[in-house]
């Protein structure tokens, strides 16, 4: 009887072991893999310096110098108050008004252009202008760029800062008219800004 049951213990004991899973079995095809190489070199890329990416060899991109091209459009000035019969060149966007004569000047006070009235006053001539700008204490003159009998380019000193001005003797129809730059207090024009309102000046002309 003993040898009897030994033996169905034993079995019993080899069929429990038969129904239990290996811990070295290989898991599942379709457990969850681990990052791949690619994952990883990808976030590489993005986390690399930027002094990485530049390529070496290829000079630095400069920043552009060209020069701002002003617009420029022709006046009516017989639309200004106190009409006068021409048409003149300013930038786009100048606009018209009245001091000591009619006074045209760009948005940004680079362009200031006055047909000055007070030459009615005798002797209203290029030759006097000349001989004011010589004598004038607050704007020191330091020299004539243009000195011709109807125009007048010069360079003065006004509060230790060099700054120009132009006058203009222009006769349109029979009539003179003067042109000069108008002075605006804290915007001192250059010598490039002057000649351009000089050569406006000069081609002033009749309507058609």
């Keep these: 009887m003993k040898i009897v049951l030994a033996t169905a213990l034993t079995l019993l004991v080899y069929a429990c072991a038969a129904q239990t899973p290996s811990t070295s079995a290989k ?43 002003v617009e420029y459009a022709e006046i009516d000035l017989d639309t200004a108050n106190m009409p006068l ?12 008004s009245f001091d000591q004569g009619v006074v045209v000047t760009a948005p940004d006070t680079t362009f200031s252009i006055l047909i000055d009235m007070s030459y009615s006053e005798m002797p209203a001539t290029i030759a006097q202008r000349k001989k004011d700008a010589q004598e004038n204490q607050m704007f020191l003159l330091q020299k004539f760029i243009i000195d011709k009998p109807d125009i007048l380019l010069y360079e003065v000193k006004y509060e230790g800062k060099t700054e120009y001005h132009f006058e203009m003797a222009k006769d349109i129809r029979g009539t003179r008219y003067y042109l000069h730059d108008q002075w605006i207090p804290g915007h001192p024009f250059t010598q490039k800004q002057v000649e351009a309102m000089l050569k406006a000046a000069g081609e002033a002309h009749p309507r058609p």
Excluded: Q, Y
């Design 85 to 96: 019969p021409f048409l003149i060149k300013a930038p786009v966007g100048s606009v018209i």
């Design 27 to 69: 898991a599942p095809e379709n457990a969850m893999a681990k990052p791949t190489a690619a994952k990883t070199d990808t976030l590489r890329i993005v986390d690399r310096p930027s002094t990485e990416r530049v390529n070496p060899s290829r000079p630095a991109t400069k920043a552009s110098t060209k020069p701002t091209v």
